[in-house]
């Protein structure tokens, strides 16, 4: 048989109850946490780290990028300014067309083309420059040409002139067209639009076309941090300038879903780390017009030393876990060292005391070298008093059978006082002739000690507890004839719950001998009773003196402390305890009274049948 107290048999019986594998887990979870928890804080400060170094040059470089094009579209507008204040301008297109050029429209459009040729000293991005009147329908282009409406190749900005011209002074639109006849293929275009004249009536529009794939690449080449991914947004979140034309014109919501988290700072760049793509994504304004450039940059080079430093991470972290092991295994044991020998003195106190004195005080706690030897002692000299209290509970159990022999002999005398009883009745019908006062106060007595002395169990029921009352008031009357008169109005249905035997009548008798009996005339006392929700309630009142007001509380308060001890007599407050022990402490007995007018005694029980 295994040792009870070894550790095998400690840890395969009492596993994760043991207090060894407690402390064990307690220790070693203390140990790891902070390794733990500093590993995490050391890759998560890492990684912030290196994000917000990424994200930051990331953005600076897209603040140069924001401010190059800010200059030049900011160049690009100047120069259609001009053009849109120009006199000469004005002046053509303020002209109805009649089919016919005069000398002054000659002359006009000649100063127009030599404003034009103007426009090869702009930035090399410029595609072409349309100037439209409404009024002859006419467009005049870069390359010194003038064109009817019907006659002109590229018209896709004029859907957009007609929706806006009413509410727009300028605005621009992303468009594909080919703008020269010898172009073979349509071209990628940011067009800008301005309505003119500036300074009078509209009635017309400078066209700038600029062109995308030029535009970008002087983005590119004159910025020192390449960035790959370039998104122009305008107000509306259409993208209109981008490496990849297939994505213009398309909503930025369906390149990055998330975009919407770069609304609301107007001010200053912003810039956030998408976990699912591992990338970086920056966003600043324009602080010129209404356009937003977005950019977003692989993290891979992150992504490396990333990868190192968990690598690096996860190494020391096994070898912190190997140490707290050990560490948590010897401090376990340690620990476990004296509750083992705690274990060893309760389960086998006998063996530790043969080495004591058994009858020796428990020493102070200043006399033992530690707290373990003072609980051993303590629980070695609770032992001793164990052993003493078996020994006289033993003594007491061989007292208590000799009271139960005695007990059970005694049960033999009630029968012989009911036989006595009974032949007195017999003697003094002989006597009388018949029933007389003495016969019937026999017989009542005879009633009396039967109840109380013959029945099984301690509860009876309510209707047998009435009966038994009225016996003793027949004997009272006798003994106070014309003294008070009983009414009894008890509901029916109580008569087969259950009460506690000799309830009532200890009762009745308080209400005869301390309410009707110092009393003048003839008094009364009602006994009524009804079922009030889950308990039986009855009632004994008597209209005799009352009691005091102070001795009422005093009363009252003892019927309500149930750490009350009764006497060896039956009396008010036996009655109450007993009701209490058997019910419960929300039963019980209350008493109301008045001096003069008389008392009333209200019995709680619970509903009890059977």
């Known amino acids: ?121 702009i930035q090399d991005f410029v595609d072409s420059v349309y ?48 703008t020269h006849y010898s172009d073979a293929s349509v071209r990628q275009l940011m067009t ?22 030029k535009f970008m690449s002087i983005i590119h080449n004159t910025n020192n941090h390449y960035i790959d991914n370039l998104y122009i947004i305008d107000a509306n979140g259409i993208i209109v300038g981008q490496d990849n034309f297939d994505l213009i014109n398309h909503p930025i919501s369906e390149i990055i879903p ?63 876990i ?6 948590s295994l010897v401090v376990s044991w340690r620990m476990f060292i004296p509750i ?23 020493p102070s706690v200043k006399t033992h070298v530690n707290e373990i030897k003072y609980i051993t002692s303590s629980i070695l000299s609770s032992y001793g008093e164990k052993q003493e209290l078996e020994n006289e509970l033993r003594y007491r159990l061989s007292l208590l059978d000799r009271a139960y022999a005695v007990a059970l002999q005694s049960q033999i005398n009630p029968h012989f006082l009911y036989n006595t009883l009974e032949t007195i009745n017999w003697q003094a019908l002989r006597l009388t002739g018949d029933e007389n006062p003495v016969s019937e106060m026999i017989t009542s007595l005879s009633q009396l000690l039967r109840f109380s002395l013959e029945g099984e169990g301690h509860l009876v029921t309510i209707r047998e507890e009435l009966a038994y009352c009225m016996h003793y008031l027949d004997i009272q009357k006798i003994r106070y004839p014309r003294k008070f008169e009983v009414v009894v ?22 209400c005869i001998y301390h309410g009707i009996k110092p009393k003048e005339g003839e008094g009364r006392i009602t006994v009524t009773g009804t079922l009030e929700g889950a308990h039986a309630v009855i009632r004994i009142a008597d209209n005799g003196i009352g009691i005091d007001p102070d001795k009422l509380e005093q009363i009252n308060a003892e019927l309500a402390n149930k750490n009350w001890i009764t006497g060896n007599h039956i009396g008010f407050m036996n009655v109450n305890q007993r009701i209490k022990l058997t019910f419960g402490e929300q039963c019980g007995l209350q008493m109301v009274s008045e001096p ?15």
């Open 489 to 510: 109005q008890v509901d029916e249905k109580l008569s087969d719950y259950k009460i506690p035997r000799i309830t009532l009548q200890p009762l009745i008798e308080n």
């Open 192 to 213: 800008l639009i301005r309505m003119a004249p500036l300074l009078q009536t509209k009635t017309g529009s400078v066209i700038m076309n600029i062109d995308t794939a």
């Open 1 to 121: 048989m295994r040792d009870p107290l070894s550790l095998w048999f400690i840890l395969k019986n009492y596993r994760f109850q043991s207090v060894f594998i407690k402390n064990f887990l307690i220790i070693l979870a203390l140990v790891l946490l902070p390794v733990t928890g500093l590993s995490v804080g050391i890759y998560n400060l890492y990684s912030k780290t290196v994000t917000e170094e990424i994200s930051s040059a990331h953005l600076n470089s897209l603040s140069r990028i924001r401010d190059m094009v800010d200059m030049l579209m900011r160049e690009v507008d100047d120069f259609s300014v001009r053009f849109a204040s120009d006199d000469v301008v004005a002046q053509l297109m303020e002209k109805r067309n009649t089919g016919t050029t005069t000398y002054d429209t000659s002359i006009l459009t000649a100063k127009l083309f030599t404003k034009l040729n103007y426009t090869n000293n």
């Open 258 to 320: 998330n975009s919407n988290m770069m609304e609301g700072n107007p001010n200053e760049p912003v810039f956030f780390y998408n976990e699912e793509s591992k990338q970086s994504i920056s966003h600043v304004k324009s602080q010129y017009n209404k356009w937003r450039f977005i950019s977003v940059v692989p993290l891979k080079l992150y992504e490396d030393k990333a990868k190192y430093i968990r690598n690096y991470l996860f190494v020391s972290s096994l070898f912190s």
């Open 340 to 362: 083992k020998q705690i274990m060893s003195v309760v389960s086998r106190p006998g063996d530790w005391l043969e080495d004591s004195e058994r009858a020796s005080p428990i």
């Open 322 to 327: 190997a140490v707290a092991l050990i560490l």
């Open 596 to 610: 003069g007018v008389g008392t009333e005694v209200t019995v709680k029980i619970t509903a009890l049948v059977g």
């Open 131 to 178: 100037l439209y009147s409404e009024n002859n329908q006419s467009i005049w282009t870069s390359d010194l040409r003038r064109w009817s409406l019907e006659e002109f190749m590229d018209l896709g900005w004029l859907p957009s002139y007609n929706e806006k011209k009413l509410t727009y002074r300028d605005w621009s639109l992303a468009r594909q067209a080919k």
